[in-house]
């Protein structure tokens, strides 16, 4: 029998349980390990191997934000103090604050691939006809937050800009530790280049936040934003439909899964953000409806593929790009 709809759903609530000390062994090491990177940056006297413990500390931070992201959906880890002052301090460093992260994340779970309420936690997606009718400058607004270069420079625009200045210029009551986050992030910079100077700043500083700000902004994009996901009106949208059908199984090896917290296993993680990252592997070997869904990858040429797209085309039920806007 094949599992559809809710049935599915109650396949994966087996793996929706916390092996406790599971969770505290991938948390301790992880952080450990990223402690070491960092600091061997600065230990190191040779510039390869600076180069080298600050692309681990790039890798090892996105690690690290999925177990974050984890602690935050409330799948591992609760009602721990130790628990929750490491990832307090951890999301303030690197400028996702817990109130306006939670707050944008959980809304995007609930409304994840609906046309017009999508953009809020994750980037925007309209109608090619919506776009054909907005203004110049509007078009171009949309545009640049959906451009590979605002992707790239994910540490300025989503988390600098998106997860701290806006949300504290809209709602500073609400969102107080994200000028929190700013101040502590950026005093560190400043800190580091005064004290250890300017390759130490840029190599164990700048590049390891752009590095992993960069592939975990695409990474979130990729996993809404690739050739064969598919978009529904508020009418026809459904939550099992937005998980299976428009959330990417994003293949990678197995040393790449691990740097990434199983995020790759996008699908599994929409369909029941209960199960922890360290089990998401396991639902998808074990229920064969997981493993029948769309996929992306990390090639070179899936990127462009998945960055190319810019607006959804009701007609032909398919994000578009610009060589298709510019036949209308």
Not at 79 to 91: D, P, R, V, Y
Not at 282 to 296: D, R, Y
Request: aromatic content about 14%; hydrophobic content about 45%; some cysteine.
């Amino acid at each position: 029998m094949i599992l559809e709809g809710k049935k599915l759903i109650l396949a994966t609530k087996p793996y929706a349980k916390e092996l406790r000390s599971v969770s505290w062994l991938h948390t301790i090491s992880t952080l450990a390990l990223l402690i070491i990177s960092y600091v061997s940056i600065f230990l190191v006297d040779f510039i390869a191997l600076k180069i080298i413990f600050c692309l681990l500390a790039s890798l090892i931070s996105l690690r690290m934000f999925i177990i974050y992201h984890d602690y935050l959906h409330k799948t591992i880890l609760q009602k721990s103090t130790l628990a929750n002052i490491i990832f307090t301090l951890f999301g303030l460093y690197i400028l996702a604050p817990r109130s306006i992260w939670k707050r944008s994340h959980d809304y995007h779970h609930k409304h994840n691939s609906k046309l017009y309420t999508s953009s809020i936690g994750s980037f925007p997606v309209i109608t090619k006809n919506k776009y054909l009718a907005l203004k110049k400058s509007d078009r171009i607004i949309y545009l640049f937050i959906r451009h590979p270069f605002t992707i790239m420079m994910g540490h300025v625009f989503a988390f600098t800009f998106g997860l701290c200045i806006q949300p504290l210029l809209r709602s500073p009551d609400k969102h107080w530790d994200s000028a929190i986050a700013l101040v502590i992030h950026y005093s560190v910079g400043l800190l580091v280049y005064l004290n250890f100077g300017p390759v130490n700043f840029v190599l164990g500083f700048l590049m390891p936040a752009v590095i992993s700000g960069a592939i975990g902004s695409y990474l979130f994009y990729a996993q809404h934003n690739f050739p064969t996901t598919h978009f529904e009106e508020k009418e026809g949208w459904t939550y099992i439909n937005a998980a299976m059908q428009s959330s990417s199984y994003m293949k990678m090896s197995k040393l790449m899964h691990w740097f990434t917290g199983n995020i790759g296993y996008h699908h599994i993680h929409h369909l029941n953000a209960r199960i922890p990252f360290y089990r998401l592997p396991e639902a998808f070997k074990n229920i064969p409806e997981l493993q029948q869904v769309k996929t992306t990858t990390l090639n070179p040429v899936e990127v462009f593929r998945c960055l190319r797209l810019k607006v959804w085309d009701s007609e032909t039920q398919s994000m578009i790009g610009h060589r298709e806007l510019a036949k209308v």
